[in-house]
């Protein structure tokens, strides 16, 4: 399978709900606050001027509070929901601009969909749910058999393609759709809360899955969580919202060394700092330092495992390698401890 070319744009996106929405994005715009405008006319702001560039190929997280807009905003990138205004482009071509023949074609072979509660179809097996969306777009039967048996396996259900969802646990089920998703095989690929009802243990499981397949698929993943240890884990890029506005957006590290505002703040007070934080982000430039004795710590090793291999030493810094073990920078433990 090649791996997605598949970009996302998304531009000034607001959402209003209420009985004339569009009336009110200009005295939103102008800073009407969500408050005035729920509280004195009787409108609810879902989404307020939302800017995300979502690079091909990478995980996009979306995280934020119950009530904070995440989950309006993935489904207005299938147009389950229709903005109020905005733009949304994949692929240089803005979707609201789709008919409805079009829009229906690229909900089917563009994105494909996991969610919360699973949305299993509890009359069919596990086979039938996950080759239910290559039935609906009229693939043979057996080739959409043939390429859900791969998926069924690479999740961990073989052996079990003959039950039904109420035979199966949470986490068994939440692996057939994510099974059916792949089997759909969009370059677009939308998760919404999906691991939220799981258990600890399986949830982290999960979570290592999807990191093993994005490696070898590639797909542009649109990820949303209320965790913000799933956030830092998963995303390559994060977005923080509340109550409908982006608060911050950047990748885990610079969340964590910088967050915007007191309300990041609270969110990272209390996360494993080590385990997010390159020493890429903290290293300092040789500038002559004399190199030659020092440990190496390669490009990319979290603060953790940095910690620990210099505690190992007798040394108080070591000297960072990139590609062919070059000396690229060096960081000292004053440094490590500083950033923790």
Same mark, same amino acid.
């Given at each position: 399978m ?5 970009s ?5 996106? /607001?959402?209003?709900?209420?009985? &004339? ?7 939103v ?5 969500? $408050? ?13 001027d939302?800017? +995300?560039s979502?690079p091909?190929?990478k995980?996009?997280v979306i ?10 905003l993935?489904?207005? *990138? ?6 109020t ?7 240089g071509?803005?979707?609201?601009e789709?008919s ?20 299993l179809?509890?009359?069919r097996?596990?086979? &039938?749910?996950v ?8 693939i ?5 058999? $043939?390429?859900? #048996?791969?998926? +069924? ?9 003959t039950? /039904?969802?109420?035979?199966l ?25 999906? /691991?939220?009802? @799981? &258990? ?5 499981d999960m979570q290592?899955?999807l990191l ?5 698929l ?11 240890d799933?956030a830092?884990? @998963? ?15 950047g990748?885990?590290?610079e ?8 309300y990041?703040q609270r969110f990272v007070?209390?996360?494993n700092?080590?385990? /997010? +934080?390159?020493?890429?982000r903290? #290293? $300092? ?7 030659g004795? @020092?440990p190496?710590?390669a490009? %990319?090793t979290?603060?953790? +495992? ?8 007798s ?10 073990g070059?000396?690229? %920078? *060096? ?6 401890m500083?950033?923790l």
């Amino acid at each position: 399978m090649s791996k997605s070319e598949t970009s996302i744009e998304i531009r000034n996106l /607001y959402k209003i709900f209420g009985p &004339d929405p569009k009336a009110w994005v200009d005295p939103v715009r102008r800073g009407m606050s969500k $408050e005035e405008l729920g509280n004195s006319h009787g409108h609810i702001l879902g989404l307020n001027d939302i800017n +995300i560039s979502m690079p091909a190929g990478k995980i996009q997280v979306i995280m934020g509070l119950s009530g904070s807009g995440k989950s309006t905003l993935i489904r207005h *990138i299938n147009r389950l929901i229709e903005p109020t205004a905005g733009s949304i482009v994949i692929d240089g071509r803005n979707i609201l601009e789709m008919s409805e023949d079009e829009l229906r074609e690229f909900r089917r072979r563009g994105t494909a969909m996991v969610f919360q509660k699973f949305a299993l179809l509890p009359h069919r097996t596990v086979m &039938d749910n996950v080759t239910f969306g290559l039935e609906v777009r009229g693939i043979d039967k057996a080739k959409s058999r $043939e390429g859900a #048996m791969r998926w +069924i396996e690479r999740v961990g259900l073989k052996g079990f393609e003959t039950r /039904y969802p109420s035979e199966l646990s949470g986490g068994m089920q939440q692996r057939v759709g994510l099974a059916r998703a792949l089997n759909n095989d969009t370059s677009i690929l939308l998760m919404d809360e999906a /691991y939220s009802a @799981l &258990d600890p243990l399986i949830r982290t499981d999960m979570q290592t899955m999807l990191l093993d397949l994005q490696k070898e698929l590639g797909k542009t993943i649109v990820f949303i969580t209320h965790d913000l240890d799933e956030a830092l884990r @998963l995303g390559d890029n994060v977005v923080i919202l509340r109550d409908g506005s982006i608060v911050q957006q950047g990748d885990s590290q610079e969340i964590l060394l910088r967050p915007a505002d007191d309300y990041i703040q609270r969110f990272v007070k209390d996360v494993n700092r080590g385990r /997010y +934080i390159k020493i890429d982000r903290i #290293m $300092e430039p040789l500038n002559g330092t004399e190199a030659g004795s @020092l440990p190496r710590l390669a490009l %990319g090793t979290p603060l953790e +495992i940095a910690v620990k291999e210099l505690s190992d030493t007798s040394s108080s810094a070591a000297v960072v390698t990139g590609a062919g073990g070059r000396p690229v %920078g *060096i960081v000292s433990q004053r440094s490590i401890m500083a950033a923790l």
